[in-house]
């Protein structure tokens, strides 16, 4: 209850003893990218067009993408609605029906009721130049024009409104649903991507019209609380959606040595349990929607406190301050009240162990024996030493930003990008086979000659059953292939 109390008090809500208890445990600390080592308030670069301007204006593009993205909870569709709503100096834009998203990869809608919208922004672009050409006249002839009729163009009542099938994502996305990318858009992708940025493809109706590339900076304490959580022995390991490249450039800025991106929902909960299952408590720190499975399957999952409710609810701790130094600091606390767990555990031994042998008389002989009034005071005696030294957990105070850096001192700051592997999805490289000495060789060539010889007798003794063994091996063998491209 004294470190939950604690936590709290410095920013950090511990749901309950469990998550406290068991955080001292962690091994492996795993982060999210979007929203928690980066600030999670991205800016749109740029917006890129990849069809003649006639077909499709950038004004059209604004308007599909900012309605499409504008049903979007992820952090990177509310910056493009943001950006497009400025662009078009507009708080309204159309219609988003039919919205589905795929966590990973982007979503599809259908968008309605933009031919307004547009329009509207043609009308004042064109005005705006008639506006700047009449200046420039002289003034009686300014004073003869009536500008209010060119201002306030009247607009059409109604609207053949068409419905646009609007698909924004990534290149998975696009690959699913049977686009191929070009040459010159696949590089101008892969530029983006190298500065730490993530590019989006846009397509309308069938076709791909669209690039649009964003940014998110890193948090400024990150890369202190990765050196910290190195310095106390914990692996960190970065996991998104995001590609590999972007993953890596943002992984060489906090100093991340093992990354997996393009990761799926599912493929954070798988990852995290196949940590598990090699015997690693492990850590999760996340935000969004899509880290919440793996929040609840952590061992201890760490929300930031300005992530959606859901990874609040799903998370065993919540960060209020949004500070990754809290991360460090919840570790922390775990440890500091374990500790002190223990150092109580030890005071009410010592009492026990001095009390029992001689309330049962055990030094009776020697003349020493233990009056009840000595007993009752011993055991008053034994729960106060142990409240009291629980209370000196109120003492207990986060680490100030000096001693974090003296902390992380012997870790190195910045990781170069060919010192990061960065694995697609939850595939590892296979660890390298170890070398066998002489006589295990031995030992194993003898074991592979005697199996030989037994499966050739087998053989010979059932000939006629053999033949379908083979089939089912051959089958067998077939699917392990098919299994192996997948």
């Not at 919205?99 to 705006?128: M, W, Y």
């Not at 500065?195 to 649009?212: I, K």
Request: charged content about 25%; some cysteine; glycine content about 6%.
């Amino acid at each position: 209850m004294v470190g939950t109390g604690v936590g709290a008090q410095n920013g950090i809500l511990i749901k309950g003893g469990e998550p406290l208890e068991m955080a001292h445990k962690v091994k492996v600390v795993v982060f999210d990218k979007t929203g928690t080592v980066t600030h999670g308030t991205p800016v749109v670069i740029q917006v890129k067009t990849l069809v003649e301007s006639n077909r499709m204006p950038r004004t059209k593009i604004l308007a599909l993408i900012g309605t499409a993205e504008s049903s979007s909870e992820h952090p990177l569709g509310t910056a493009i609605t943001k950006y497009c709503k400025q662009e078009l100096d507009t708080d309204v834009l159309g219609t988003c029906t039919d919205f589905q998203v795929v966590p990973g990869c982007g979503i599809s809608c259908k968008v309605t009721n933009i031919d307004a919208l547009i329009h509207r922004r043609e009308s004042i672009e064109e005005n705006n130049v008639r506006n700047a050409a009449l200046v420039k006249m002289d003034e009686k002839v300014e004073e003869s024009m009536q500008p209010a009729l060119i201002i306030d163009e009247e607009l059409p009542t109604t609207w053949n409104s068409h419905k646009y099938s609007v698909l924004i994502g990534n290149r998975e996305w696009m690959a699913r649903n049977g686009f191929l990318l070009k040459t010159e858009v696949n590089n101008a992708m892969t530029d983006h991507e190298r500065r730490g940025r993530t590019a989006v493809l846009v397509a309308v109706d069938g076709e791909l019209c669209g690039l649009v590339a964003i940014a998110d900076t890193v948090k400024p304490e990150a890369e202190l609380a990765v050196r910290t959580l190195k310095a106390m022995g914990l692996e960190v390991v970065l996991m998104t959606g995001d590609n590999s490249r972007t993953a890596r450039s943002i992984a060489a800025q906090v100093g991340i040595t093992k990354v997996f991106a393009e990761v799926l929902p599912s493929h954070k909960v798988a990852k995290v349990k196949q940590l598990q299952e090699e015997g690693r408590r492990v850590a999760m720190v996340g935000d969004g929607i899509n880290d919440s499975p793996a929040l609840a399957m952590a061992n201890v999952g760490i929300a930031i406190g300005t992530g959606t409710d859901v990874a609040i609810e799903a998370a065993d701790v919540v960060l209020i301050r949004n500070d990754l130094l809290d991360v460090v600091a919840s570790i922390d606390l775990s440890r500091k009240t374990v500790k002190r767990i223990r150092i109580n555990f030890v005071f009410a031994l010592i009492y026990n162990l001095i009390g029992v042998p001689v309330a049962a008389g055990v030094f009776l002989p020697a003349g020493l024996v233990l009056q009840p009034w000595m007993g009752s005071a011993a055991m008053a005696a034994s729960s106060v030493s142990v409240v009291v030294s629980s209370l000196l957990l109120k003492f207990y105070k986060k680490p100030t930003f000096e001693k974090y850096e003296l902390r992380a001192r012997n870790q190195t700051k910045l990781k170069s990008p060919s010192e990061i592997s960065v694995h697609i999805g939850i595939d590892e490289t296979a660890p390298e086979s170890p070398k066998l000495s002489l006589m295990d060789r031995i030992i194993n060539y003898s074991r592979a000659s005697i199996n030989s010889l037994l499966s050739d007798k087998r053989s010979l003794s059932s000939i006629v059953l053999s033949e379908p063994d083979k089939h089912s091996l051959l089958t067998g063998d077939s699917q392990e292939e098919d299994d192996t491209v997948v």
